[in-house]
């Protein structure tokens, strides 16, 4: 088992930054790969980007390439996503998510835990 906190959410204005924090506890923070995920009103939850177990490797949806980065210290296992450049449109419920495979995936049902989710709101 694997329990999940986000925290980190707000309000900012477009453009403006945020960092989100996912603090894990349960098993070997380390064993379990990572994931962000986001739910806007009325559509479905979406991938964001993802890390390996040893953080050397990260993944990201194109349209947050180069505006978002995840990052994690399994010595505290946290994992952060780091937003900048903030648009209207990446407002949203933020979830972090585990996957005890250790593996890759995007899709949503290959994750085994999650969070309760964290509000970002960009205004314009």
């Known amino acids: 088992q694997v329990q999940l906190v986000e925290s980190g959410g707000g309000l900012v204005q477009a453009g403006g930054s945020l960092r989100l924090s996912c603090a894990a506890s349960g098993r070997t923070f380390s064993s379990v790969y990572m994931g962000w995920f986001r739910q806007a009103p009325g559509k479905e939850r979406e991938f964001v980007g993802s890390?390996?177990?040893?953080?050397?490797?990260?993944y990201y949806v194109d349209s947050m390439k180069g505006r978002f980065t995840i990052s994690r210290d399994n010595a505290k296992n946290t994992v952060y996503l780091q937003m900048n450049s903030l648009k209207p449109e990446d407002t949203a419920v933020y979830y972090c998510?585990?996957?005890?495979?250790?593996?890759?995936?995007?899709?949503?049902?290959?994750?085994?835990?999650w969070g309760q989710g964290t509000q970002v709101t960009v205004s314009s």
């Open positions: 998510a585990a996957n005890s495979k250790g593996l890759y995936y995007r899709e949503v049902r290959y994750y085994d835990y």
């Open positions: 890390i390996s177990l040893s953080g050397r490797t990260t």
